[in-house]
């Protein structure tokens, strides 16, 4: 990429419609705006302009904003044209644009590189951008939004400059300890706001709400064979995704839909019915079953009326649901009883599978931690302020505690994307929209 250059893109969607957004960025704007429409409009107001190519043809008629730097998305000069949306009309402003010294086409996500790298968001505003754009529940909407405002950036500023604070006086005690006017009490008064600190980190880092409402939540079903586990995945999700049949081991592998549960996202989980067999394609679909219950947030136990008791699988979360209860009496061993043919229990069930994900998601109100970058980065500050701390009780070492704490502070910066983030920058950006 070359920051240099001007650039250019459709900001909204391809395809057909009313109004296309052509979004313009970059230090030749005003040229090119003034080029494209014969003057430069007041900043920050929609004024409709005729859009003329450089011969003097005309291309369209578009609402016209400019957007002078600073004060602009990417932070430089930046300029829209709302144009008529017909494929001719948007491809006809791109070519003329192509055509202009200096200016080319946008690459994914370079418009919000822009604005992170000239400082008008954060690396967790970034994050949370693509979230928000990404985001399939109003849940997992909310919680994108938080972070668009700065929800896990200000926090993380927050711990830092506590951290430079602390640093501050762990390097004064060091620095002037044998000289007049350095408290005494510096190194003991550090060392409890270092605690201080590291509770908050610990605290938020114990959270695991927020990346489960990003990724969302998985659940399982698992049974003997037959037991109605495909008949209740196509029920939840209401249309034929599982082959349905009275043969025992139709299912062999994960079959996997996703989910809108109440607002978060879930992944439900048809797996192979649970018996010793013979074949090694079911046994391998056995052994994948118990597998994804054991890393599943919640199992649905199926168990239809004519299976025998037996020992539960392994899972973090499993409720006992008696299946096919249009057949007979629901057992009297099941939480629940249900119907997934005829539609008895189902409106139970989801109830109850909506509490579960509340209760493991929080909806994600109070989390501030949603990717893995995030809690690697937490995870770095927290070991090196504990270790820090270690050094301060021993009493004879200052020096590695001051070390431990710059290192600290250096892992901080690194959620924000202060430091060390070239890295993370490139597959972040990747997968944005072109004109985003």
């Known amino acids: 990429m070359h920051f240099d250059d001007t650039i250019f893109a459709v900001a909204s969607g391809s395809g057909r419609a009313a109004v296309s957004v052509v979004r313009i960025s970059g230090p030749a704007c005003l040229s090119v705006l003034a080029g494209l429409t ?23 008629q578009a609402l016209v904003a400019w957007m002078p730097g600073p004060r602009s998305f990417t932070g430089e000069d930046q300029a829209e044209l709302h144009i008529h949306g017909g494929l001719a009309s948007r491809a006809a402003v791109l ?33 949370g951008l693509a979230d928000l754009i990404d985001a399939e529940t109003e849940a997992q909407r909310r919680q994108a939004l938080l972070h668009l405002e700065g929800h896990l950036g200000q926090a993380a500023e927050r711990w830092r400059h506590a951290g430079i604070d602390i640093l501050a006086a762990l390097e004064a ?19 409890g706001r270092l605690s201080d600190l590291v509770t908050e980190i610990d605290t938020a880092l114990a959270n695991p709400a927020g990346e489960r409402l990003r990724e969302g939540l998985t659940v399982v079903l698992v049974g003997s064979p037959n037991a109605g586990k495909s008949t209740l995945l196509n029920a939840l999700a209401r249309r034929d995704v599982a082959i349905v049949s009275p043969m025992a081991g139709t299912t062999r592998d994960a ?3 996703r989910c ?18 013979d074949d090694l394609i079911e046994r391998e679909g056995v052994q994948r079953a118990r ?53 008895e229990g189902m409106g139970e069930l989801l109830e109850h599978l909506k ?30 302020f504990h270790r820090a701390l270690s050094s301060l009780k021993a009493g004879d070492g200052l020096e590695l505690a001051t070390e ?4 600290g502070v250096r892992a901080l910066g690194k959620v924000t994307g202060r430091v060390d983030v070239e890295h993370v920058l490139d597959r972040l950006f990747a997968g944005f929209c072109i004109g985003k």
């Open 255 to 257: 079959i996997e839909v």
């Open 404 to 407: 431990d704490v710059r290192l």
């Open 291 to 343: 597998a994804r219950a054991r890393t599943a947030d919640m199992v649905l136990w199926l168990l239809g009326p004519d299976d025998p008791a037996q020992n539960p699988p392994e899972g973090r979360s499993v409720l006992r649901v008696a299946s096919k209860t249009d057949l007979g009496d629901r057992r009297a061993d099941c939480a629940l009883g249900i119907s997934a043919l005829t539609g």
């Open 260 to 277: 809108d549960l109440g607002g978060i996202a879930v992944t439900v989980v048809d797996t192979a019915g649970l018996r010793e067999s």
């Open 173 to 191: 005690t060091l620095d002037f300890s044998d000289e007049d006017g350095v408290p005494d009490d510096l190194e003991t008064s550090a060392a």
């Open 95 to 127: 070519r003329t644009l192509g055509a202009i010294r200096g200016c080319r086409p946008a690459e994914a996500g370079e418009f919000t590189r822009r604005a992170f790298l000239n400082g008008r968001m954060d690396l967790t505003q970034v994050e």
């Open 355 to 384: 509490r579960d994900a509340e209760a493991l998601t929080g909806e994600g109100a109070d989390a501030i931690i949603t990717r893995d970058r995030h809690r690697w980065a937490l995870e770095e500050a927290s070991g090196a």
């Open 38 to 60: 014969g003057g430069v409009p007041e900043p920050r107001r929609l004024v409709l302009r005729r859009l003329r190519d450089p011969a003097g043809a005309e291309l369209d």
